[in-house]
């Protein structure tokens, strides 16, 4: 068995400044229904389709329990943005991420996590600061249709390890 490299960068975000929506409950297919019944349709109705789009998940299924799992699906927002009453502001913070471009499905993006947090993270010199981890996701983004498959960035927060 070959394993292949992850190809993690580093990098520098600037603050972003995004309009949420909260889904509670187990990450993985539930949140990929989320996306589908709640937040697409909130993104027609606003007029926010074309803009880069956001998962953040603020729990480690590890652990808390799955139906505790808190995830905000979030769109960049202009500063003139009117709030929906449904949904509330949500700065992603600016800092050190590490990034890993991501392709599967909601069946598959558990073990890249675990792959980046547990695999790479312990030997990078880094740890996890208190930020919340999230998935980007461009503007084009789409989802295959027959397979579940879709494209984002996986980012975790870093702060220099303290040993």
Same mark, same amino acid.
């Given at each position: 068995?070959?394993?292949?490299?992850?190809?993690?960068?580093?990098? !520098?975000? /600037?603050?972003?400044?995004? *309009?949420? +929506?909260?889904?509670? $409950?187990?990450?993985?297919?539930?949140? =990929? @229904?989320?996306w589908?019944?709640?937040?697409?349709?909130?993104?027609?109705?606003?007029?926010?389709?074309?803009?880069?789009?956001?998962?953040?998940?603020?729990?480690?299924?590890?652990r808390?329990?799955?139906?505790?799992?808190?995830?905000?699906?979030?769109?960049?927002?202009?500063?003139?943005?009117?709030?929906?009453?449904?949904?509330?502001?949500? !700065?992603? /913070?600016?800092?050190?991420? *590490?990034? +890993?471009?991501?392709? $599967?499905?909601?069946?598959?993006?558990? =073990? @890249?996590?675990?792959?980046?947090?547990?695999?790479?993270?312990?030997?990078?010199?880094?740890?996890?600061?208190g930020?919340?981890?999230?998935?980007?996701?461009s503007?084009?983004?789409?989802?295959?249709?027959?397979?579940?498959?879709?494209?984002?960035?996986?980012?975790?927060?870093?702060?220099?390890?303290?040993?």
């Amino acid at each position: 068995l070959q394993e292949t490299p992850m190809k993690v960068q580093v990098i !520098t975000r /600037a603050p972003t400044r995004t *309009a949420a +929506l909260r889904s509670v $409950g187990p990450y993985g297919p539930g949140v =990929a @229904a989320f996306w589908q019944q709640h937040f697409y349709p909130f993104l027609v109705r606003h007029d926010l389709l074309g803009r880069p789009t956001y998962g953040i998940s603020h729990d480690d299924p590890t652990r808390a329990a799955p139906e505790a799992c808190r995830y905000d699906t979030c769109v960049e927002v202009d500063a003139d943005f009117v709030l929906p009453a449904e949904a509330t502001f949500v !700065t992603i /913070a600016g800092g050190k991420y *590490a990034m +890993l471009p991501f392709e $599967g499905t909601s069946a598959t993006i558990n =073990a @890249a996590w675990r792959g980046l947090l547990d695999g790479w993270l312990p030997d990078s010199g880094y740890q996890l600061d208190g930020r919340p981890c999230f998935e980007r996701y461009s503007p084009d983004a789409t989802v295959d249709a027959d397979s579940g498959t879709f494209i984002c960035d996986i980012l975790i927060p870093l702060a220099p390890l303290q040993r």
